[in-house]
Every structure is written in structure tokens, then in C-alpha cells.
T-cell receptor, first 116, second 113 residues
Framework: AQKVTQAQTEISVVEKEDVTLDCVYE???????LFWYKQPPSGELVFLIR??????QNEISGRYSWNFQKSTSSFNFTITASQVVDSAVYFC?????????????FGKGTKLSVKP | NAGVTQTPKFQVLKTGQSMTLQCAQD?????MSWYRQDPGMGLRLIHY???????DQGEVPNGYNVSRSTTEDFPLRLLSAAPSQTSVYFC????????????FGSGTRLTVV
């Protein structure tokens, strides 16, 4: 069955530290999509990135980077030089072309606290 | 372009009351879905729709009803509210079975007392 595991429930770092949020997924589909969403204290869900199963290239966007490894079924998210504004709950999610009918399967989230 | 609009933002219900959470999108997306978010549980799928007139159950459908009479609207009905339905509800839409990503509404915080 499809599943997304975010083993880190809460992480606390000091500003300017680098931090990596782990995401491990399970799927039987060969075509699937992986997502990261940010949920700041205000509560809305902010889309960060989408990756399809055929594209294992790592991606960097400013201080954010993502490492997709199909061999370990992982899609980890790294924030470099963290800032207080990065404090939020981060969700990893999986969408399968067939198994989940395209719907999102979310991990339970990792709460990141960045202290000044 | 408003995206996905959810109303109300906050609601308090008494046990046994019924109500409808509204969701509307103006992007002509075929796929719409409802999720609930509970502490430590992530977001779980309640119901979804692949187009007007077609709906299906997600992971936690009990106590909820949906319909999709138009492409734009996908209301979620609580038939007889229970304290276990206290949660934050998110509506989302996608143009293409999730491949292009989902756009989420801002959420409805529901408390059932």
C-alpha cells in the first residue's frame, strides 16, 4: 500500500544552521509524483516543489534543495542557512497516477522551529 | 484569479447539527478533493471528485457527504456533527490528477462541542 513516512516529528535548530527533513515513501506505481508543502503558523498550505518519478535530478531553489533517490525511496528536503521565517510544519506527499487516483497521500509532517 | 475559495474560515457547531463547508475554484480544474488535518496525523482524504457528477470516497469518508453538480463547486456536508469531526478542513483542486500539483484553499477550522 502507498505510504509516506516523515520520521522526524519535530526539529529545532538555531538560525543559520542547515537542516534536512527526511521523507520516505512506498508505492507500487511506476509513475508517481512527490511534493513538499510548507504550512506556516498562519495555517495555509504553501506548495514548494513537485517531482515526477522519472526525474531524479536534484533541485536547488535559493536556500532550499531536494534530493530524490529512487533506490532508497526517499525525497529529502534541505534548508541551508535556516532563518526564523522557515519555522513551519513541512509535509511530504505522494500522488500516484493510478493507485491513489491522483490524490495526495501525506506524511504526518515535521515541525521545524528555527530559533534566533 | 481567486484560486480555491473556502467558506467559512471558522465555525463552531453543536453535536448533532448539520452544516455545509463550501469550496469553489475558478481555474476550471476537473479534480477536487477534501482533506481533514488533525494534530500529528497529517492530512487525510475525505472525498474526491474527478469531474462534475462524479465523486468517490477517500480514507475517512464516514459522517461526510459530497456532491459535484458543477465544475466550480464541491461542497462538503456534515450530516450530524460529532466532536470527532473537530478538525481543520482543506479543499484542493488539480487540473490533471495531481500531476500538475494541487491548489489548496485556506482552510476551515471547525469545532464541534
Amino acid at each position: 500500500a502507498q505510504k509516506v513516512t516523515q520520521a522526524q516529528t519535530e526539529i529545532s535548530v538555531v538560525e543559520k544552521e542547515d537542516v534536512t527533513l527526511d521523507c520516505v515513501y512506498e508505492t507500487r506505481d511506476t509513475t508517481y509524483y512527490l511534493f513538499w508543502y510548507k504550512q506556516p503558523p498562519s495555517g495555509e498550505l504553501v506548495f514548494l516543489i513537485r517531482r515526477n518519478s522519472f526525474d531524479e535530478q536534484n533541485e536547488i531553489s535559493g536556500r532550499y534543495s531536494w534530493n530524490f533517490q529512487k533506490s532508497t525511496s526517499s525525497f529529502n528536503f534541505t534548508i541551508t542557512a535556516s532563518q526564523v521565517v522557515d519555522s513551519a510544519v513541512y509535509f511530504c506527499a505522494l500522488s500516484e497516477a493510478w493507485g491513489s487516483q491522483g490524490n495526495l497521500i501525506f506524511g504526518k509532517g515535521t515541525k521545524l522551529s528555527v530559533k534566533p | 484569479n481567486a484560486g480555491v475559495t473556502q467558506t467559512p474560515k471558522f465555525q463552531v457547531l453543536k453535536t448533532g447539527q448539520s452544516m455545509t463547508l463550501q469550496c469553489a475554484q475558478d481555474m476550471n480544474h476537473e479534480y477536487m478533493s477534501w482533506y481533514r488535518q488533525d494534530p500529528g496525523m497529517g492530512l487525510r482524504l475525505i472525498h474526491y471528485s474527478v469531474g462534475a457528477g462524479i465523486t468517490d470516497q477517500g480514507e475517512v469518508p464516514n459522517g461526510y457527504n459530497v456532491s459535484r453538480s458543477t465544475t466550480e463547486d464541491f461542497p462538503l456536508r456534515l450530516l450530524s456533527a460529532a466532536p470527532s469531526q473537530t478538525s481543520v478542513y482543506f479543499c484542493a483542486s488539480s487540473p490533471d490528477r495531481g500531476q500538475g500539483g494541487y491548489t489548496f484553499g485556506s482552510g476551515t477550522r471547525l469545532t464541534v462541542v
